[in-house]
């Protein structure tokens, strides 16, 4: 079967057309914002990518297409999909497709929530691979350990990333609800997606749609801290639940806790320590904890969840550090909405003491340029002893409402501007962490260029002029 991939270059189409390419098919794919990880993931993959969305692609590398499947990103006008439905050809969403060819066979783990979703499914992945089960997986984000963000494997499990965005143009559900899993995590729930959900309320009648689609027999591991999934579940749940919290940390009870320091029980009993552990802050031990509780329901012990973690490497944009150049540390996160920022933010500073911290931030997710969360911006910054905001296309004043931060705040709608500011800012020692959901305008590499120069200069000796 040949699929032609709309919005191929997007973290969830790009983790199918790797599936679909596993599993025999030929694969073509077209998508108007090209930037790595995924481009270069494609790129290895052999799939041929075009550059916009031309209605005449479905004379030429589409024209033996078998089938469409179109990305949640495309919308009525575009040319190419526009020119699909007029010709009648086959089109189908991407979590449709995914459902039916490929989840109908297996034991399907998902993890959903407003935060954490890619890295907690990194991490089940990883610890029922580590277990020998050959989970098929699909993650919102490059695994370093994997080295890819999905495979297909011949294992009964398959682990995903179950995304509370909507499905496609011509559906308008949550895209979780195709999934049909049979363990499922609720990691958190608040408010983001302004531009297709007008309220909280709305996500929440979603989350209920996923723990409806849940078999009796199956079970949800849910955050027993978070009121907004409690409501959630009290609109009626039919399945296994456990619930996981932070030890010391309101909630609604919990199956399991984690204590500061790692350590793990189950009912009241001792199950072992989370250390080591490469990832930072206590938002990533409680994604572990998910994800032992989760890979628990498919028979994998609870040490062996440990062992599994102690060797896991991280996710790409996640805290990944992307160089130090002259003693300066430079990160790159996917944190876009202000609970992610100041959880990003806290666990570095857990992490790094006294040392300053550089927090350069892109508010690029629709949520933020309507600014939605714009009142809550400046408190999730307070971990950071320099502001750096992008200010650019947005539709409320940057600089007014991160003013409570006062001469740490540095605004600029430039962005080699701002990147110079942020070089002129750095000094040994430093951790500067670039947040932002898409590509930043390439920011990682022309700071870390700028600094190298910087750090050349200044050890290239002095000439004397006699």
Not at 108 to 118: E, I, R, S, W
Not at 297 to 324: D, I, N, Q, W, Y
Not at 427 to 439: E, F, K, L, Q, T
Not at 443 to 456: C, G, M, T, W
């Amino acid at each position: 079967m040949h699929l032609h991939i709309l919005g191929i270059c997007g973290t969830f189409m790009g983790g199918l057309a790797a599936i679909a390419r596993e599993a025999g098919h030929t694969v073509t794919g077209c998508d108007a914002n090209v930037y790595p990880p995924m481009s270069e993931q494609l790129s290895a993959l052999g799939i041929e990518l075009i550059e916009g969305y031309e209605a005449a692609q479905l004379d030429k590398v589409a024209r033996n297409a078998d089938v469409f499947v179109v990305g949640n990103a495309i919308t009525r006008g575009n040319p190419l999909l526009e020119s699909i439905l007029d010709s009648g050809r086959p089109y189908t969403s991407g979590p449709q497709w995914l459902s039916e060819t490929v989840l109908r066979e297996k034991w399907v783990l998902a993890v959903a929530g407003t935060h954490g979703k890619t890295t907690t499914t990194a991490l089940l992945a990883w610890i029922l691979d580590q277990a020998g089960l050959d989970p098929g997986f699909l993650i919102g984000g490059v695994a370093l350990d994997f080295g890819v963000s999905a495979r297909l494997a011949d294992g009964p499990f398959f682990v995903i990333e179950a995304d509370e965005y909507d499905t496609a143009f011509s559906d308008k559900r949550s895209k979780f609800v195709h999934y049909r899993p049979r363990t499922a995590i609720l990691n958190n729930l608040e408010y983001d997606h302004a531009d297709i959900f007008p309220d909280l309320a709305a996500i929440e009648t979603q989350f209920h749609h996923l723990v409806r689609t849940i078999p009796r027999r199956g079970r949800l591991i849910v955050n027993g801290s978070d009121d907004n999934l409690r409501r959630v579940l009290a609109r009626g749940c039919w399945s296994e639940t456990e619930r996981f919290r932070a030890a010391g940390v309101p909630g609604t009870g919990a199956d399991w806790t984690i204590a500061a320091d790692g350590a793990i029980k189950l009912g009241g009993a001792a199950q072992g320590t989370l250390s080591p552990f490469v990832l930072g802050g206590r938002h990533n031990q409680l994604n572990a904890l998910a994800a032992i509780a989760a890979a628990r329901h498919v028979s994998v012990p609870v040490r062996e969840s440990l062992a599994a973690l102690a060797a896991f490497r991280g996710v790409k944009r996640r805290m990944e550090l992307r160089g130090t150049i002259g003693g300066i540390a430079i990160y790159d996160d996917f944190a876009h909405h202000p609970t992610a920022i100041a959880a990003t933010l806290e666990g570095l500073r857990h992490e790094v003491g006294k040392a300053r911290i550089l927090a350069v931030l892109e508010p690029r997710s629709t949520t933020m340029k309507r600014g939605t969360m714009k009142d809550a911006l400046a408190g999730s910054l307070e971990a950071a002893d320099l502001v750096f905001c992008y200010a650019a296309n947005l539709s409320w004043d940057a600089a007014a409402w991160l003013q409570p931060l006062g001469e740490r705040v540095h605004t600029n709608a430039d962005l080699d501007a701002l990147t110079d500011a942020i070089a002129a800012a750095a000094r040994p020692g430093d951790h500067i962490v670039i947040m932002s959901n898409g590509a930043f305008g390439g920011i990682h590499d022309k700071l870390l260029a700028q600094l190298a120069n910087a750090s050349r200069n200044r050890s290239a000796p002095s000439r004397g002029t006699g």
